[in-house]
Each structure stands twice: as C-alpha cells, then as structure tokens.
C-alpha cells in the first residue's frame, strides 16, 4: 500500500499537462483530513496560471470519516470569455500515521466543469492527499502541511484527455472555527489559491 502511494505521488510529479486540479478547474486542493466537525462554508480567490483569476464559495459537510462538498462560482480571463465553475467532491480518510507511515491519508473523488463560450468541460479529478496535523505548543493554532497528487480525466465538446498535477498546500487553524488554507500546482498548472473556511 505505501509503494502504491509514493508510485502515485511520483507519477504525479513528473507527468505535464494542463491538469485541472480540482472539480472545477481551480488550484484548489484538499488536506488528507476535514478541519471541522459537523460542516463548513467558505470562499476561495485563485490565479489559475493565466492573465485572469477566480472566486469560488463552497460548502461541505462531514459524516464519520467521510466528507462531500459542493463549490461553485466563476472564472474571468482577460483573453477569453467568463466560465461558470460548478463542482462537488468527495473525500474519504483512508490512512492514519503510525510508526511504519508518518503520514495521514485520504482518497479524493470530484465530479464538475466550467462553462461559457460556447465551450463545457467536464472533469473528474481523481487523487489522494498525504500530510500531518503539527499544533503549535501552548496555543490552539495548527498547521496541516500536504502533497495532494491528482489525475484527472476530462470531456467535452473541446475533447478530452488525462492530466495531471501535484497540488501543494498547507491548512492553518487559527481558532475552532476559522481555518485559513493556501494551495499551489506544480507542472504547467502553477496556479494559486487562497481559501478561508468558516467551520462549525
């Protein structure tokens, strides 16, 4: 199992393409687990590696070890028309550090597109998220840094094709309910993003 995820993360790495990260095409990714209990609402302002940048809010609710979100917004390019950005993803813990794994782990599903222009493409980002939560001593502030590997699978009427990208981000916790969270892409997607989530 852990040769299969460092192949994962090393396939990741080295492949190029102009991967869309994450169900709607955004450098946004995910930690290998959720920062709230029950639920959370937020927003997200990325450059997608291009001369524009997008604005996102999304919403997502826990159950046991799972999650699922729902995010939606759009995407304004200087060059090319403005995409409506409509995504939902699925996240699920599938490994908890020990001394033969140092690291967390979660399998990542996402389902979405971008539209506008005449132009859809849908994306299927598939992934897995590996880090650690490191809380600061004598304070309630946490940060979980992370490797999130994605292959994504895209359709539509512009064709379709298998990308991939290596997201990398870190998730600080600044109290229980705000968590402030920065993402980028290595390969042709070199994007960035900024999130804050407020969770509950």
């Known amino acids: 199992m852990v040769q299969r995820l460092f192949l994962v993360l090393g396939l990741a790495g080295l492949a190029a393409g102009r991967a869309s990260a994450q169900s709607t095409g955004t450098p946004v990714f995910s930690a290998p687990y959720r920062a709230f209990k029950t639920n959370e609402l937020g927003v997200s302002l990325s450059d997608p590696g291009g001369p524009g940048w997008a604005l996102e809010g999304f919403y997502h609710r826990g159950?046991?070890?799972?999650?699922?979100?729902?995010?939606?917004?759009?995407?304004?390019?200087?060059?090319?028309?403005?995409?409506?950005?409509?995504?939902?993803d699925f996240r699920a813990r599938v490994l908890t550090y020990s001394e033969s794994f140092p690291l967390d782990g979660a399998v990542t599903v996402g389902l979405g597109g971008n539209f506008g222009g005449g132009q859809s493409t849908g994306?299927?980002?598939?992934?897995?998220?590996?880090?650690?939560?490191?809380?600061?001593?004598?304070?309630?502030?946490?940060?979980?840094?992370?490797?999130?590997?994605?292959?994504?699978?895209?359709?539509g009427n512009g064709g379709g094709d298998v990308l991939f990208t290596l997201g990398l981000g870190v998730d600080v916790q600044f109290t229980q309910s705000i968590d402030l969270r920065v993402n980028g892409g290595l390969g042709d997607l070199d994007g960035v993003s900024v999130s804050v989530a407020f969770l509950r």
């Open 63 to 88: 159950w046991r070890k799972f999650d699922v979100g729902f995010r939606g917004g759009f995407m304004d390019f200087k060059t090319g028309p403005t995409l409506v950005l409509i995504g939902a």
């Open 123 to 155: 994306i299927i980002p598939l992934g897995i998220s590996l880090g650690r939560r490191i809380q600061l001593e004598g304070s309630h502030i946490s940060f979980v840094p992370y490797a999130h590997p994605v292959i994504s699978p895209t359709f």
